[in-house]
């Protein structure tokens, strides 16, 4: 089955500086991948995804691009605001199935 | 309805009590999945349900665990003999299921808080 691994947490930034938050996966097939995000007090919501390899995925600032050579679907965003605030999930989805197996999820405190 | 609903969205319990949590999905998606989410913890799947197929159970932690979906639908889970390590939060998700123009992502409820004392 699939499987992820997450850098672990919390992740602390200062407003505007540098994300990066690696993901890396084990997967049969071609799956799907998927970062969810939960803010504080909130559900999980979906905040990109990419369906295949070189695909990259885009929202809010935020990117991630499928590398199916290095199994990694890191995210990043050139500057972060104290509204990111948020726990990070990465997932990859089966592509039989689509069934989602999500990583342990990085907290990300960005102070201003 | 319009999103995932779940049913009580809080819990609380004496060890040993059984439980139940509800889970209504989106109308017209036949995938059904729940996910345990432990305090600093990520997100543990429990159970996935497709249309009429066999579910995959493969994620229950025991057998004290288990779930069904009536009529392809709502779902409820329920645990038996609660143990504290039970507390968490039970997040239910939903989706079209494999095919029929699914992208892939899942629509999650507010999720059911549980705590057993």
């Known amino acids: 089955g699939n499987s992820v691994t997450q850098m672990e947490g919390p992740v602390t930034l200062s407003e505007e500086a540098f994300l990066t938050i690696n993901c890396t996966y084990t997967a049969t097939g071609y799956p799907s991948l998927f970062w969810y995000v939960q803010y504080p007090g909130e559900g999980l919501q979906l905040l990109l995804k990419?369906?295949?390899?070189?695909d990259k995925g885009s929202n809010k600032g935020f990117e991630a691009t499928y590398r199916k050579e290095t199994t990694s679907f890191h995210l990043e965003k050139g500057s972060v605001q104290v509204s990111d605030s948020a726990v990070y999930f990465c997932?990859?989805?089966?592509?039989?199935?689509?069934?989602?197996?999500f990583g342990q999820g990085t907290t990300l405190q960005v102070k201003p | 309805g319009a999103g995932v609903s779940q049913s009580p969205s809080n819990k609380v319990t004496e060890k040993g009590k059984d439980v139940e949590l509800r889970c209504d999905p989106i109308s017209g998606h036949t995938a059904l999945y729940w996910y345990r989410q432990s305090l600093g913890q990520g997100l543990e799947f429990l159970i996935y349900?497709?249309?009429?197929?066999?579910?995959?159970k493969s994620g229950l932690p025991s057998d004290r665990f288990s779930a069904e979906r009536t009529g392809g639908s709502v779902s409820t889970l329920t645990i038996q003999r609660t143990q504290q390590e039970d507390s968490a939060v039970y997040l239910c998700a939903s989706n079209l299921g494999p095919g029929q123009g699914n992208t892939g992502e899942l629509f999650f409820g507010e999720g059911s808080r549980l705590t057993v004392l």
């Open positions: 997932a990859p989805g089966s592509s039989n199935t689509g069934k989602l197996i």
């Open positions: 349900f497709q249309g009429n197929s066999a579910p995959d």
């Open positions: 990419a369906t295949k390899a070189d």
